[in-house]
């Protein structure tokens, strides 16, 4: 098991541009370990993070888009894997940051936590790899070559509590954050003219 | 008479470039294949009506417009995404909901269908704008709607009472 914020530092060190949709604990500790206006944390229902993630995937084909998903969280939306596989995108990875529990709300188990294998289910649903790591040191030396790969991805990361972060829910879920979000979007749209058109 | 010509025509000068969609007998039988057919559009296949109102809100900080197209029991099975993603976070999802059941010529809220009855009053409580279209002239208030919509971020709902041709 790797301790969660640890594990999030490590994608941190090797994060680009990438857009970054995130929830509950994950989005809490990802705010403070990679702040930047290209996070997406603005999900509003529980399990909503991986279809949020497709609109953006589909929307701007051009950037990557990293899903930091909870197992809870997936398994009220465990049909998103079939859309995203057949909506076919090529520049999303879904990491579900495993814990086998609803943390937020106290630390009640997953249902079948320890037996479900969430990297066999998104293969079963299409998507074109899965990876599973419960070691940090061999997620940091496949990390590079996850990010370059295509999508869609998943990639399952057992994880524990580890570092506490101060809770921000006001930049979880303000509209002053998500405007900023659309705004940095834009401004990498106005950096490749052929993707400029008309903002809604 | 309602024609899904109508509907399309109304949807492109909106600019509504995505739909997401779940299949509706109301609408799964001429507006659809109209929609896919063309190539104008990108459609998107849902396995649950809520996901789609998530793309609808992901689209959107993308800069793009898109339409979710539903029944009106997959709105009823999407009101905590409606409450938390939609109206709490100003996402501005515009769908089409396709009232299976309902009689032609019937307000909604007459109809002998429980189910479609409540919608109005949903989404009343929920103040979700609405407008019935149902019949050709109706259609003219889909680009106007749309338009306010993405002006004042929110979700609407044009409700399909018959089936469109």
């Given amino acids: ?200 | 008479m309602l024609e899904a010509k109508k509907i399309v025509e109304a949807l492109k000068r909106a600019a509504i470039e995505f739909v997401i969609f779940l299949p509706d007998r109301v609408t799964s039988h001429h507006l659809l294949p109209a929609i896919m057919a063309d190539p104008y559009f990108r459609t998107v296949q849902i396995c649950k009506e809520d996901e789609g109102v998530s793309i609808c809100s992901g689209l959107y900080v993308t800069g793009h417009r898109a339409l979710l197209l539903i029944q009106h029991t997959g709105l009823l099975d999407s009101v905590n995404a409606l409450r938390g993603v939609a109206v709490e976070l100003k996402n501005p999802v515009i769908m089409m909901v396709g009232l299976l059941g309902k009689e032609p010529g019937i307000k909604p809220k007459e109809a002998k269908r429980y189910g479609v009855r409540i919608v109005e009053p949903l989404l009343d409580v929920m103040g979700i704008g609405h407008e019935l279209i149902e019949e050709n002239k109706d259609t003219e208030k889909i680009v106007p709607a749309i338009e306010e919509t993405y002006r004042n971020p929110s979700p609407f709902v044009f409700l399909i009472g018959r089936e469109p041709l």
Avoid at chain 1, 24 to 49: C, R, V
Avoid at chain 1, 77 to 99: F, Q
Avoid at chain 1, 133 to 145: C, I, Q, R, Y
């Fill in chain 1, 1 to 200: 098991m790797m301790k969660r914020d640890e594990c999030l530092k490590v994608l941190a060190q090797r994060r680009r541009d990438e857009i970054v949709v995130a929830v509950y604990k994950a989005a809490q500790e990802w705010i403070h370990i990679s702040p930047s206006d290209l996070n997406y944390t603005f999900t509003g229902a529980m399990g909503q993070g991986s279809s949020h993630a497709l609109g953006i995937a589909l929307g701007r084909p051009d950037k990557k888009v990293i899903v930091l998903d909870g197992d809870g969280s997936l398994l009220m939306n465990l049909g998103s894997l079939v859309t995203i596989a057949h909506a076919g995108c090529e520049n999303l990875i879904h990491m579900v940051l495993e814990n086998g529990t609803y943390e937020t709300t106290g630390g009640t188990p997953i249902p079948g936590a320890g037996r479900i294998s969430f990297a066999k289910i998104a293969l079963a649903a299409g998507y074109r790899e899965a990876y599973e790591f419960d070691n940090l040191e061999e997620w940091e030396e496949n990390l590079p070559a996850i990010l370059s790969e295509k999508g869609p991805i998943m990639v399952v990361l057992k994880v524990i509590p580890g570092t506490e972060y101060p809770e921000n829910f006001r930049r979880l879920y303000d509209l002053e954050y998500r405007e900023a979000f659309r705004r940095a979007l834009m401004d990498t749209k106005k950096n490749n003219p052929s993707l400029v058109r008309e903002q809604n």
